[in-house]
Nanobody, 120 residues
Framework: QVQLVESGGGLVQPGGSLRLSCAAS????????MGWYRQAPGKERELVGR???????NYADSVKGRFTISRDNAKKTVYLQMNSLKPEDTAVYYC??????????????WGQGTQVTVSS
């Protein structure tokens, strides 16, 4: 069964840091892109950042310079280091994986979401 297991969310004060992790199950055949999206109450889900299998990254403008995405291909795990957190970063954060199946077709997977709350 394909799973993405997220961890690391929680409550943090403005200016603080959190690190999110997302581990993909071994049954996912070929992972291409891994990334993070977020959705705040009343807003659409938006891209936070993503990383390719070769390590190329891109980020939303709102998090550039504060968030860093990385991945461990051997562990099929993606991380999101969040520094200098702001109240507007409060959202449910979702892990995302884009992979290629053994038959060559693409497949997308989503984590269950982890809450990040930035508040004093």
């Amino acid at each position: 069964q394909v799973q993405l297991v997220e961890s690391g969310g929680g409550l943090v004060q403005p200016g603080g840091s959190l690190r999110l992790s997302c581990a993909a199950s071994a049954s996912i055949f070929s992972i291409n892109v891994m990334g993070w999206y977020r959705q705040a109450p009343g807003k659409e889900r938006e891209l936070v950042g993503r990383i390719t299998s070769l390590g190329s990254t891109n980020y939303a403008d709102s998090v550039k310079g504060r968030f860093t995405i990385s991945r461990d291909n051997a562990k099929k795990t993606v991380y999101l280091q969040m520094n200098s957190l702001k109240p507007e970063d409060t959202a449910v954060y979702y892990c995302y994986v884009h992979s290629t199946l053994r038959d060559g077709n693409p497949a997308d997977y989503w984590g269950q979401g982890t809450q990040v709350t930035v508040s004093s």
